[in-house]
């Protein structure tokens, strides 16, 4: 078996962040040296210790590290947000709270800790420091990695990728312009994209190519350990929620972040991937955080940046469940 990749995997726990969090460190083919929780999903006083959560479940010694819980400069504006027209992703029916990501995980509450050092620190001193190149897998905010690329930009010599879970280009869920890890940090995914770094971005266009619905969550719990379970009553659950919520009709959903994790292992999966010219939003206006790509015949990329437009849904499902299936071996 060939050497295993080494990844820094940077999240905002909720439930899709969680799938990832289980696909990454139980698969065989990736090595996790951290993982950093940052803002995004919820505030990071509950996205750090449902990471833990997760980590516990897996009875994981990955150590986990707190990251920025605000971004770079958006809350800087006042009133920024109110010129989007933002989807609400929780409220109250019938007395009961509706949300796609739980403020808690059903799990039980860590009783281990985040590390002392904070998540850009580490980072930064990890990719200094390492004799082999790391690919960074950032699913939420970009926060963390941009603020590890403005603080040294050298750092970048030892990354091998970014493969980022952002952006959307004819598909968007915050608002009719953006996806919601980009809108939330607009300042970080701009630096992120135009930092000369390889860059794939794992787009809504392709997370929505290749979603589950109830029949996959059946697939996935008949692998039948307790990180199977849960993954599978996640994806019902955020299939649940966005139906009751109004910000989905069809019976499916994506599970975005493990799209990510899977085109670490395997670039195939993505089956339209396109080197692109494009850049992002930072303008406060309605397009606040949108991912905007050229695609006029005369636009020439000049940054390493790729572009997802679809996925290969059957090849995401049998490796979740394959490595879903190696929980017992932790």
């Not at 770079?72 to 929780?90: Q, S, V, Y």
Request: glycine share 6%.
């Amino acid at each position: 078996m060939s050497e295993k990749k080494k990844v820094i995997l940077d999240v905002d726990t909720g439930s899709d962040d969680a799938v990832a969090i289980m696909s990454a460190v139980l698969c065989d083919e990736l090595e996790v040296l951290g993982i950093v929780a940052t803002f995004g999903n919820q505030p990071l006083e509950y996205t750090l210790p449902n990471t833990l959560r997760v980590i516990q479940l897996l009875n994981s010694n990955i150590p986990v590290y707190r990251g920025f819980g605000v971004p770079i400069a958006k809350d800087l504006t006042p009133g920024r947000e109110a010129n989007a027209d933002t989807a609400i992703l929780e409220k109250e029916v019938n007395g009961k709270v509706i949300a796609v990501h739980e403020k808690e995980l059903p799990l039980p509450a860590p009783v281990i800790h985040e590390q002392s050092e904070h998540a850009v620190l580490w980072m930064l001193r990890t990719l200094k420091e390492t004799s082999e190149k790391i690919t960074v897998i950032p699913v939420g905010p970009m926060t963390n990695i941009a603020t590890v690329l403005r603080m040294d930009p050298s750092a970048a010599e030892n990354i091998e990728e970014v493969i980022c879970m952002g952006g959307g280009v004819h598909v968007h869920n915050i608002t009719p312009c953006a996806e919601i890890n980009f809108y939330n940090d607009p300042e970080a995914a701009k630096i992120l994209l135009n930092s000369g770094v390889p860059v794939t971005v794992v787009t809504l266009d392709a997370t929505h190519s290749s979603w589950f619905g109830y029949e996959e969550a059946e697939r996935i719990a008949a692998v039948g350990n307790p990180a199977a379970q849960f993954a599978a009553n996640l994806l019902r659950h955020r299939i649940s929620s966005a139906n009751q919520l109004g910000v989905r009709v069809q019976p499916k959903s994506a599970l975005h972040d493990v799209l990510a994790v899977c085109a670490t292992i395997d670039k195939s999966i993505l089956t339209d991937l396109r080197h692109e010219k494009c850049d992002v939003d930072i303008g406060g206006g309605y397009a606040d955080g949108a991912l905007i790509v050229d695609h006029r015949p005369q636009a020439k990329p000049q940054l390493p940046v790729f572009i997802s437009y679809k996925a290969d849904a059957a090849k995401l499902l049998a490796m979740l469940c394959r490595h879903l299936s190696n929980f017992n071996a932790v």
